[in-house]
């Protein structure tokens, strides 16, 4: 099937739905394929369920006129994604780097929706499957789409840009992650960098923290509009942390204008950049200071992204979501600053590391070893390996750890949560 006609089908139907368990009636449901599944083996249950058509790329699985048969699922999905996106007038912010997407994403779109029709990813679809189907939820209506765009391997960025053929990007930062994709970090840096080379050659706009040398060195030859937030001469906005207790609270610098002081709901003096990028991006949108401290001090963080939790025994802070060793080493700084009688750690594997995994790790354990801790539990076979001793308690996974904590709880602590998502350390939550 052409993508036009795909297309039409679409304008009728617009709702693409990829695992059958979220088909809906009046839904098309692509029928993609992953490395331990086969989506058209499903095609038959989404339709069952309302979806009226199922893209599919298998032809033993086609049944009657319902079956629409393509080359490749997923090039047809990106390929119609493409087509809807050039239909949108939504002007497009593209927002990648190793930490903090996802929170810079959700507080540019809590400013802009302030001002505009404002649309972005849900959750965390950031790949090469998220991003097709984010551009296929946007509305004619829609005037601003924040996109996150993740990546694990070099050209992914690109790939993903032009897909989504963004208007303006914002790197947020660039640290030690993914290594064993990109293989050292001047391969991330390369890799976060494609972002600023799809803009370049469009000649659009790019948001750059001056605070980051890396970053702000990366800009300095950009031929298109460059915005700076943060410590530079030409900055849109700058600001300083007052107080972390435990939540954090700043003032934002506007030049030639009043200070604005910002009391937020979220932890982690790392977040503070992400209020920085996305203060200067609803600046420049033209959207006033006032909707600006509006949306920062109502956002609350959710998905183990920098949550704070009041259990019965302890004050958790809970970011879990991932990790990797700059996420890690800056959520342990910030964690140490805040007051507390007795602080503890629960500390995941980090992974897609290769063979910088055992070294990182270690790192990771000398940082630790230099704060007022009292004690860490490690979770994960490559810390499991590891020779400790004194403070540290060693663990397979996140369900021993859940066994021990039931029949050793701990009490009267703060404890911070951080790892790798499929370390699951949301289990041992409850336990807390």
């Not at 709702?15 to 059958?20: F, H, K, M, P, Q």
């Amino acid at each position: 099937m052409e993508i036009s006609a795909l297309y039409e089908a679409f304008l009728r139907y617009p709702l693409a739905v990829t695992d059958s368990r979220a088909a809906v009636p009046g839904s098309l449901f692509f029928a993609l394929k992953g490395a331990r599944f086969d989506g058209n083996r499903f095609a038959a249950e989404a339709l069952c369920k309302g979806s009226v058509m199922a893209v599919i790329d298998d032809p033993s699985y086609r049944k009657d006129e319902r079956y629409v048969l393509v080359d490749n699922v997923l090039d047809s999905l990106q390929k119609l994604a493409v087509f809807h996106r050039k239909q949108m007038k939504a002007r497009i912010i593209a927002v990648t780097g190793t930490n903090g997407k996802t929170t810079t994403k959700e507080l540019i779109k809590a400013c802009l929706s302030k001002r505009y029709h404002a649309a972005g990813t849900e959750g965390n679809l950031n790949n090469h499957i998220g991003v097709p189907l984010t551009l296929l939820r946007l509305k004619y209506n829609d005037e601003t789409a924040v996109i996150e765009i993740g990546a694990n391997h070099p050209q992914e960025i690109t790939m993903l840009c032009n897909i989504a053929d963004p208007d303006d990007g914002i790197i947020t930062n660039i640290g030690r992650a993914h290594i064993e994709g990109f293989g050292s970090f001047e391969g991330v840096r390369k890799a976060k960098g494609e972002l600023y080379d799809y803009l370049a050659g469009r000649r659009k706009t790019i948001f750059v923290n001056g605070n980051d040398p890396v970053l702000a060195q990366m800009a300095v030859s950009f031929p298109g509009n460059v915005f700076y937030y943060g410590d530079h001469r030409n900055t849109v906005v700058s600001g300083k942390v007052i107080k972390m207790d435990p939540f954090m609270s700043f003032d934002l610098f506007f030049p030639g204008k009043e200070i604005l002081r910002v009391n937020t709901q979220i932890t982690g003096r790392y977040n503070f950049d992400n209020f920085l990028a996305a203060a200067c991006i609803s600046t420049v949108f033209n959207v006033s200071q006032t909707d600006i401290l509006q949306a920062f001090e109502t956002y609350k963080p959710g998905n183990m992204r920098s949550q704070l939790l009041e259990t019965q025994s302890n004050l958790v802070f809970l970011d879990s979501y991932n990790a990797n060793p700059s996420s890690v080493g800056a959520a342990v700084a910030s964690f140490v600053e805040l007051p507390a009688t007795c602080r503890v750690i629960i500390l995941g594997e980090m992974l897609e590391l290769g063979s910088h995994s055992v070294s990182e790790h270690k790192a990771i354990l000398r940082l630790i070893d230099t704060c007022d801790v009292n004690h860490v539990f490690l979770v994960g076979p490559v810390f499991k390996k590891m020779k400790v001793s004194g403070k540290y308690s060693l663990f397979n996974d996140s369900d021993e750890l859940a066994v021990y904590l039931r029949e050793h709880p701990v009490a009267g602590s703060s404890i911070l949560v951080k790892g790798s998502r499929l370390m699951a350390l949301e289990k041992v939550v409850p336990f807390l």
